[in-house]
C-alpha cells in the first residue's frame, strides 16, 4: 500500500480518544512510598452535561446544560485504593522523600485520626481495593499530601470535569451505550456485586481508559452539590470550582455504587453527601475524617495541566477544604 495510506491511518489513530490516553499515561510514583498512581490523559473535547431527555431514571434537574468546551486534564485510571492512601494515613509508610521540599518530615504533615473501627465492615483494605468510608476533606487532605510529595497538583475533579471523564465521548445513559443489560461489563452494581465493593480494574474500562467511572464505588467532587445545578455551571471555566463548598455535607458524589441499581449508575446521576454517614460517629463533634456510614463513597483524583505557583496551589485547597 502506498505512503498516503499509511499517513492517514496514523493520524486517524493519533486522534483516537482512546489511544490518545493510553499514550498520555503515566505512573506517578510516590516519594518516600512503595506505591504509584497511574494517570491518564483525558483530551480536550466539548460535550453537553446531563441526560438525554429520554433517558430513564433521571430527576428533573438532569438536563442538558449548553455545549461545554473543555481542556486537556489528567485522570488516575482507578479510584485511590487502600495501599494507595495508607502511607498518607499512617506515618510509618510515609518516608522523608519529597520531589517539591528538600525538608520534607513526614512527621510535619497533618495526618488522619487512626479509624476506631474496621469502616470497611469486613469488605477489604490491601490489595487493590478502593479507599471508602472517608470525608471529602480526608480525600482533598491527601490531595495536598500528593502534591507535597510529588510537586504536582493533585485535586478532585469538578463535577464538570468528572462527568466529561465518565461519558468519554458518549452522550447516552451510560459511557458504553443506553443498553442498561450491558452495565455488568462495566460496572459492579447491585446485581453482580454480592453487596461489596471490589477490586479496582476488574471490569471493562470506558473509552478514555478509566476504570470503575460508574458502580463499585461513588466518587467525590469538589463541588457543592446544588440541585439546580444547570444554573450554577460556568461552561467557560469547566475546570474551576463551580458551586464553592460551605460545609461539610451536600458535596456532589457521582458515578453510583455497588449497592445501587443500575438507574444510578448512570453518567449523569448525582447525590449531596449526607450527614447520615456518620450516624455512628461517636466523637464530639463528628470526624473532620471518617465517615463509618458510607462505605460505599470514595475518590479518584486529577491533575489539571498548566503551571501553578506555590500561592496558587495553596489557595485552592485553603478554599475548597472546609471542616
Not at 287 to 304: E, M
Amino acid at each position: 500500500m502506498g505512503s498516503k495510506f499509511y499517513f492517514t491511518l496514523f493520524i486517524m489513530l493519533s486522534f483516537s480518544p482512546y489511544l490518545l490516553a493510553q499514550t498520555g499515561s503515566y505512573e506517578e510514583k510516590i516519594p518516600g512510598t512503595a506505591f504509584e498512581i497511574k494517570m491518564v490523559a483525558i483530551p480536550a473535547g466539548t460535550f453537553k452535561m446531563g441526560s438525554p431527555a429520554d433517558e430513564d431514571g433521571r430527576d428533573k434537574n438532569e438536563h442538558l446544560s449548553e455545549e461545554i468546551e473543555m481542556e486537556a486534564f489528567y485522570m488516575s485510571a482507578y479510584e485511590i485504593t487502600f495501599d494507595q492512601y495508607l502511607p498518607f494515613r499512617d506515618r510509618e509508610f510515609d518516608g522523608n522523600e519529597s520531589s517539591l521540599k528538600d525538608d520534607y518530615q513526614t512527621d510535619a504533615v497533618t495526618r488522619p485520626s487512626p479509624p476506631y473501627i474496621d469502616f470497611t465492615y469486613g469488605m477489604g483494605s490491601r490489595g487493590g481495593y478502593p479507599a471508602a468510608s472517608m470525608t471529602q476533606q480526608a480525600a482533598l487532605r491527601y490531595c495536598e499530601w500528593l502534591y507535597q510529595k510529588t510537586g504536582n497538583f493533585y485535586r478532585l475533579p469538578t463535577e464538570v470535569e468528572w462527568e466529561y471523564a465518565c461519558r468519554a465521548g458518549s452522550q447516552s445513559a451510560y459511557y458504553f451505550g443506553a443498553d442498561e443489560s450491558e452495565l455488568e461489563d462495566h460496572a459492579w452494581f447491585f446485581d453482580n456485586s454480592d453487596e461489596k465493593y471490589q477490586k479496582i480494574g476488574s471490569k471493562e474500562a470506558n473509552a478514555f481508559g478509566l476504570y470503575d467511572m460508574l458502580g463499585n464505588l461513588a466518587e467525590y467532587t469538589a463541588d457543592q452539590y446544588q440541585a439546580d445545578w444547570a444554573k450554577v455551571i460556568n461552561p467557560k471555566e469547566p475546570h474551576k470550582l463551580q458551586s464553592q463548598p460551605r460545609g461539610k455535607y451536600r458535596r456532589t458524589v457521582r458515578g453510583g455504587a455497588y449497592d445501587d441499581d443500575a438507574s444510578a449508575c448512570r453518567c449523569a446521576y448525582r447525590i449531596p453527601s449526607n450527614p447520615a454517614w456518620q450516624a455512628r460517629d461517636p466523637q464530639v463533634p463528628k470526624s473532620i475524617w471518617w465517615n463509618p456510614d458510607s462505605p460505599f463513597v470514595g475518590f479518584r483524583v486529577v491533575r489539571p495541566i498548566g503551571e501553578f505557583s506555590p500561592e496558587e496551589i495553596e489557595a485552592y485547597f485553603n478554599k475548597a477544604i472546609i471542616d
